[in-house]
T-cell receptor, first 114, second 112 residues
Framework: EAGVAQSPRYKIIEKRQSVAFWCNPISGHATLYWYQQILGQGPKLLIQFQNNGVVDDSQLPKDRFSAERLKGVDSTLKIQPAKLEDSAVYLC????????????FGPGTRLTVL | GEDVEQSLFLSVREGDSSVINCTYTDSSSTYLYWYKQEPGAGLQLLTYIFSNMDMKQDQRLTVLLNKKDKHLSLRIADTQTGDSAIYFCAEMEDQAGTALIFGKGTTLSVSS
């Protein structure tokens, strides 16, 4: 079974530029999560989707971050414009249902904002 | 707000047991998890425990839960150099959203 795929693996941009990350969850997984992991900290939820609907985006900085999961499968996370403090690893995870199912994590995208 | 706390660093010798501790604050948490993260890799689920359990054992891993003190521990028996990684404790609350709340992670260093 293929795992959660993410691309790109690494991205370096200058502040005020835009960037987008892509995630392909495990086939059949209804729930998709985006987490932000700043160096030295644990992952923090940005947004959770159930199929193509948003379950929780309370910690998403909506003035600059946006995410979508239009067909209930792949998802993109965008930052526009980026700030220095957005430098982090962005992790995508998926789970089968909406209950306490195991969340499977992708390898992450490491973003450096200069 | 919710907060999960862990000690930041643990160093053990190969063959010894490792015990990684975690405290959480939300008494409504239903599931508690241990994840492992190796350098440059994503998070790998090691084990989880339901909040009405006291202990769970899975091969070399033993999870102990003290719900009264909101204390969770992960014991790794016969620790190997391949166990060197960052270990995250995480809780899931009993709410509509099922996102995990993570601690800052404990770096386990195993010397031979």
């Amino acid at each position: 079974e293929a795992g959660v795929a993410q691309s790109p693996r690494y991205k370096i941009i200058e502040k005020r530029q835009s960037v987008a990350f892509w995630c392909n969850p495990i086939s059949g997984h209804a729930t998709l999560y985006w987490y932000q992991q700043i160096l030295g900290q644990g992952p923090k939820l940005l947004i959770q989707f159930q199929n193509n609907g948003v379950v929780d985006d309370s910690q998403l900085p909506k003035d600059r971050f946006s995410a979508e999961r239009l067909k209930g499968v792949d998802s993109t996370l965008k930052i526009q414009p980026a700030k220095l403090e957005d430098s982090a690893v962005y992790l995508c995870a998926s789970s089968l249902g909406s209950g306490p199912d195991t969340q499977y994590f992708g390898p992450g995208t490491r973003l450096t904002v200069l | 707000g919710e907060d999960v706390e862990q000690s930041l660093f643990l160093s053990v010798r190969e063959g010894d047991s490792s015990v990684i501790n975690c405290t959480y604050t939300d008494s409504s948490s239903t599931y508690l998890y241990w994840y492992k993260q190796e350098p440059g890799a994503g998070l790998q689920l090691l084990t989880y425990i339901f909040s009405n359990m006291d202990m769970k054992q899975d091969q070399r891993l033993t999870v102990l839960l003290n719900k009264k003190d909101k204390h969770l521990s992960l014991r790794i028996a016969d620790t190997q150099t391949g166990d060197s990684a960052i270990y995250f404790c995480a809780e899931m609350e009993d709410q509509a959203g099922t996102a995990l709340i993570f601690g800052k992670g404990t770096t386990l260093s195993v010397s031979s």
